[in-house]
């Protein structure tokens, strides 16, 4: 499929619905769909033409309809985890609350879907989840009253925290269960058994790395961002943090 990357896909083609052979209607959804299924369920070896084809019940080459490529389709699938992510948020109009919901989101939607966030967690799109998303958190971060600079670089820093941890953490996910058991063991048989005449820093804290290690860092990261960001919002309202009016 990459190899005909300058295939031109005429836009009344992708909006065709014609049945296939076996009775079945395509459309961008329903491709999307079947490749982040196959994806979770065969891992990245799974993105061809010829196993979509074939999950689909139609001709490969029936998808050049609706997608030029593989990275074409591979865009569409980030955008549509994003597209997940704000199905059913609202704000609240607490700034910080909101983002935390969001960041939580993306996190959580990677983890649902850990070898498409693996692939994906890195690309722009340009789509329409993507641009609805990044207008909602300038939005946010605009609405609580930061500066056009720095709500772009706070946009920017969230933005990239909550796709650096979903890629890690999804990475760790889509890794084979024997390979996941045997690296949570290493804290409990290597770290945990280190001597404290050697090693005093990790053996004070050995209970603590056995119980934290095994979980996401995502939550506290994200927690110390906004708590950052709420303190740089401090200074430029002179003590407010985008809740509500500053008293005098």
């Known amino acids: 499929m990459t190899s005909?990357?300058?295939?031109?896909?005429?836009?009344?083609?992708?909006?065709?619905?014609?049945?296939?052979?076996?009775g079945v209607v395509l459309s961008e959804e329903l491709i999307v769909e079947t490749a982040l299924r196959l994806l979770k369920e065969h891992g990245a070896d799974a993105l061809t033409v010829r196993r979509l084809g074939l999950a689909l019940g139609a001709d490969p080459s029936a998808l050049y309809r609706y997608f030029r490529d593989t990275d074409d389709l591979l865009l569409a699938i980030a955008d549509e985890?994003?597209?997940?992510?704000?199905q059913d948020w609202h704000p609240t109009g607490d700034w910080r609350a909101d983002l935390r919901e969001l960041g939580l989101r993306v996190h959580a939607g990677s983890l649902a879907h850990p070898q498409a966030a693996?692939?994906?967690?890195?690309?722009?799109?340009?789509?329409?989840h993507e641009i609805q998303a990044v207008e909602t958190i300038l939005?946010?971060?605009?609405?609580?009253g930061f500066p056009d600079p720095e709500a772009v670089r706070?946009?920017?820093a969230?933005?990239?925290?909550?796709?650096?941890?979903?890629?890690?953490?999804?990475?760790?996910?889509?890794?084979?269960?024997?390979?996941?058991?045997?690296?949570?063991?290493?804290?409990?048989a290597m770290y945990a058994r280190l001597p404290a005449d050697s090693h005093p820093n990790i053996a004070a804290t050995a209970r603590h790395l056995v119980q934290d290690m095994r979980r996401s860092a995502y939550p506290t990261?994200?927690?110390?961002?906004?708590?950052?960001?709420?303190?740089?919002?401090?200074?430029?309202?002179?003590?407010?943090?985008?809740?509500?009016?500053?008293?005098?």
């Open 81 to 86: 985890l994003i597209g997940r992510t704000l």
């Open 139 to 144: 939005g946010v971060l605009r609405g609580a």
């Open 154 to 156: 706070i946009y920017h």
């Open 221 to 248: 990261a994200l927690d110390l961002l906004l708590s950052a960001a709420a303190a740089r919002l401090a200074e430029i309202t002179g003590g407010g943090d985008g809740r509500g009016p500053v008293a005098d």
């Open 118 to 128: 693996v692939l994906s967690s890195y690309r722009v799109t340009g789509r329409a």
């Open 158 to 188: 969230f933005v990239d925290q909550a796709l650096a941890f979903a890629a890690l953490d999804a990475a760790s996910l889509a890794l084979p269960p024997a390979a996941r058991d045997a690296e949570a063991g290493v804290w409990r």
């Open 4 to 22: 005909t990357s300058d295939r031109v896909v005429p836009p009344t083609a992708r909006r065709r619905r014609r049945p296939t052979k076996s």
